[in-house]
C-alpha cells in the first residue's frame, strides 16, 4: 500500500494459491479485480450427495458429504425425511470452503471499476472503501459467500448500490459503511441479528429506515447511525451491554424516551442530536466516563439532572423544553470546555387557564460556574434568566466565546471579565443591562463578534475598543460608536500617537472629548477644536481626520506632517482656522477652494511645490481693501513667508486671503523650509 502504483489490472489476473495477505490499498490502480485459479486442483470435486432420502441421521453425517448440510437441512425444513433423526443445528461447523488461502483483502482508496470476491470464502477481512470509480451491484460483489468475514469496510464508495444482505456473516465484528448511499429497511439487511457485531457505522448518505435495537449485541463498542438514515423507536442502554463506548444516533426518527439501565461505565459518547425523544433527561450521573454528551435539538422536558459528571468536556442539551435553575452540581464539570444549555425557552398552551405561556430555564447564573476552570463555550442564549452576571465568570481564563442574548439579564456588566484574554464572542443582545459597558477582555490576536442591541439602559458611548470591531452591532449607531472619535483614533494610529509629547486619554475609556488637543460643545457632541502643537506629530494627514465634520479649528503647527494636504479637508465645511506651518507639507488639493469660511490660514514654511496649488485657498470674491494677508508666491527667488501688509492692486485677491507677489528677496527672504511655487 502507499506506493502510487498505477495501472489497470487485466481481466485474467491470477493470484497465486498460497497468498494469504493482499494489500494494494492507497494506490491509483483501476480496472477489474476478478483472479482466475485452476479450481479443479485446488477443489477436487466432492463426492454427490444422496437423493432419494427417505430416513437421515444428522448427526452421525459422514465428514466427507459436509457439502450436503444446506441441502439436507432445508430437506428436513420441508418436511422430507420426516423419520430423520438429530437437527440441522446439530450439523457439524462446516470449514471454508475450498479455494484460495487468502483470509485479507485491501483494495481501498483505488479507482477499481469492477471487484468480484466470489471466491476468497476464507476471507476474513475485506476493504473496499473509497474506491470511488466502484459502480456495480452488491451482489456483484460476491459477498455472500463469505460466511466466515470478521471485518466488512464498503465506506464512501458511493457507487456501489442495491440491496445489501449480510445476516449470513454470523462471524462479522465491524461494518463499516460510512459515505454511502444505501437503504431500505435495516432489518431486511441482517445486520441486527448479528450479535458478534462490534463497532457499526451506517452514517453519512445512507437512509435505511425501521427499528434498530441493539440490546442483544453483548459485545458492542461503537455504533454510528448519524446522518440521513430514518431509523426511529424507543432507545435502551441495556445493562447487558456494557462494552459500549460510543452511540451516535443524531439525524434520525427515534423518537420515545432515552433510557439508561445500571451503570453503563464505558460509555465515553453519547450523540442524539436531531431526534424525536420526549420526556425526562436520564440521570447524567450514572455515565461516570462520558466525555461527550450532545442531546440538542429534541423534545425533552423537565429540569436539568445532576451534573455530576467528571470526565465530561462537552454538554450540548440546547433546542429542547427544559425548566428549572442551572443546578449548582455545575461545580462539578471540571474539565468541561463546551456548555451549551441555549434555546429553552418556548410557548406552550395552559389548559388550566386558557393562554400561552412561555417557559424555559429560570433564575440566575450560578456563582459557581467560575469552578468549570476550562470552560471555552458558555451558551445559555433563549432561556428565561434572571438576575446580574455573576463575578465569578472572570475566573474562567480560557473563556472564548459566552452568549446570554434573549434573557432578562440586568444590572451592570462586570468589569471584571475584563482580564479575560481569550474572551473573542461576547453576545449580550436583547438583555436588561444598564449602566457603562466595559472593554469585555480579549486581546488583539482574538478575532471578535460582540452583540450588545437591544440593552436601552446601557450608557452610551461604548469603549473605542469595540466600536474599532467589524463585527459589534452598534458599530454604525452613532449614540454609541460616534463617529468623530473614530476619526480621532485614525489620525492618533496613522500619526504615530504612541510617540507624541502629550497623549493624555487618547484611546481610553475617558470620553473623546477629553483626549489631549480636542475641545467639544458644551454637549460633548460635537469636535470643534484639535490642537496639537509641536507635539511630535508625524507621517501623513489621513483623509478620515476631516470626518470631523463640525470642526472649526485645526492647528498642528511645528510638527513633522508631510506630504500632501488630503482632499477630504473639504468635508470639513466649518473651518475657518488652518494652522498646518514648520511642517514638511507639499500640496494643497483643489478642493480646498470649496472651505469659503476660512478666515486664518498659516502655512508658512513647509515645502509647497507645484503650479500655483496656494491659489486653491482663494475662492471666487473679491475681499475688502484692509484684508490682510500671509502667503507670498515665490517666482524664481521668491517664496512663501509669513508678512503682514496691505494687498496691492495687482494681488490675484479672491478672498479673506490674498496672496501677494512679492518682487524682491529681501521682502520674502529665502529658507530651507520655504515653499517653492510657481505663479499659474
Known sequence: SKNKLKGRLSDKSSIHDGLVHLDLSNNEISGRFYPEFDLMKLCPPPPPCPVNVTVLNLTSWPEDLIHCNETLANLTASGFGSNATGNATDLPMPEPPCGPNLTHVALANNQFEFINVTYFTSLQHLDLSKNSALEQPLAALGIGNLMFLQNLTLSKSRLLAGDLRIGHMSYLQNLDLNGMVLSGDIESTGITSITTLRSIDLSGGNTFTGLFDFCDMLHLKSLNLAGRNALSGNVTICENIGSLEFLDLSDNDFSGRFQLFGSPIALRHVNLHRNSFTGILPPFDLMQSIAYLHVGENLFTGNLPDLSMPALKYLNVSHNALTGNIPSSISNLAVLDTLDLSNQANTVYDSSTGIRVTRGLTGQIPAEIGQVGF???????????????????????????????????????????????????????????????PDLGGSADVVRTVTMSGNPELLPPAPFKLCDLDDLDLRRDSTYCPAERSALATFYANNFGTEWLDNTNWLTAAHHCEWYGVTCDENYERVLKLELIANGVAGRIPEALFKLKHLQHLDLNDNDLRGEIPASIADAKDLRYLRLSYNRLTRLPDSISNLTNLALVHLHNNRMEGDGSVVKLLPKRDIPKDSTWRLCRRIDSFHIVEIHRMCPMHLFVRNAICVAIALKSAMCPFGKNSNRISLP
Open 375 to 437: 470552560l471555552q463555550t458558555l451558551n445559555l442564549e433563549s432561556n428565561l434568566l434572571t438576575g446580574t452576571m455573576p463575578d465569578s465568570l472572570a475566573l474562567l481564563t480560557y473563556l472564548g466565546s459566552m452568549n446570554l442574548e434573549d434573557n432578562f439579564i440586568g444590572g451592570q456588566i462586570p468589569s471584571s471579565i475584563n482580564i479575560l484574554e481569550q474572551l473573542g464572542n461576547v453576545m449580550l443582545a436583547r438583555n436588561r443591562l444598564t449602566r457603562t459597558i
